[in-house]
């Protein structure tokens, strides 16, 4: 039977996680590159409070924050946090100049980095309005994003998901909660995941939009997530054969069963 799909009425955040607390410690996301795993409960729970603890800070709605990180648990969690808490997630995959440029372009106030990036990613912000750089990890003159967890929990910001944007795109465009909700629904068709489904994705981490639409698919149908980029030929068969992996991730943005 297909899953449900949740309607574009719902913000990005009900969508991807609305069940999540009820998949408990299942397995959501294995990220290979980082040797990380997060169930469904953690990784909801790390986003709201997360995004909660942005808003105690002092994050606006409809505020850009740029994204400068290694690996796709943290670009996972930096950009549906910031999203539940009513920003607009900007990845960057370029250099430390041209990600100054954006970062005054954009007019952004926060950067999520990880502790490799960060002095990159602190010598980006000299020249910006960031006011705060946040890393998943402790670095020099970042705030832990761990400390974000701990802090007194606030109300997320009410969000109509049809105007709210949510997602800013490498041509200079904006998603929002309705448009994601409508491409990962549309990457959907002809596959149809579900909770029983293993989905590989070998793709590097500047597929920002297409990591973003297929990972938020895979977590709104409850699937796991299996992440391993720059496999080779046998490495690929392996990892496929050793997660019992049934839908992987092609070079075109689209997906297809094993």
């Known amino acids: 039977m297909r899953p449900t799909s949740p309607s574009t009425s719902c913000t990005l955040t009900e969508a991807v996680f609305g069940y999540a607390h009820g998949r408990g410690d299942r397995p959501a996301l294995i990220d290979l ?14 986003v709201t409070r997360g995004a909660s603890g942005l808003v105690r800070r002092g994050a606006r709605r409809r505020q850009v924050a740029g994204i400068h990180v290694d690996s796709a648990v943290a670009q996972t969690l930096a950009v549906h946090t910031v999203i539940a808490a009513g920003g607009v997630a900007a990845p960057i995959t370029s250099g430390c100049e041209e990600m100054a440029d954006l970062l005054a372009e954009w007019d952004a106030r926060l950067l999520i980095t990880t502790p490799r990036l960060a002095d990159a990613s602190l010598r980006a912000v000299e020249d910006s309005r960031v006011r705060q750089v946040i890393a998943f990890g402790q670095a020099r003159d970042t705030v832990d994003f761990a400390d974000l967890l701990l802090l007194e929990p606030v109300p997320l910001p009410f ?24 491409r990962m629904n549309a990457l959907d068709e002809g596959v149809e995941l579900g909770k029983s489904d293993v989905l590989l994705v ?26 391993a980029p720059g496999l080779s030929p046998d490495e ?18 689209a997906i297809q069963r094993v």
């Open 33 to 46: 590159g980082a040797g990380v795993v997060y169930g469904y409960r953690r990784l909801a729970a790390e």
């Open 159 to 182: 969000l109509d998901p049809a105007v709210q944007p949510a997602l800013l795109i490498d041509d200079g465009g904006v998603l929002t909660h309705h448009d994601l909700i409508t």
């Open 202 to 227: 070998t793709w590097p981490l500047r597929c920002s939009l297409a990591m973003t639409t297929l990972l938020g698919l895979a977590l709104m149908r409850g699937s796991l997530v299996v992440v």
């Open 236 to 253: 690929l068969s392996a990892t496929i054969h050793d997660f019992g992996v049934t839908v992987v991730a092609l070079s075109d943005g």
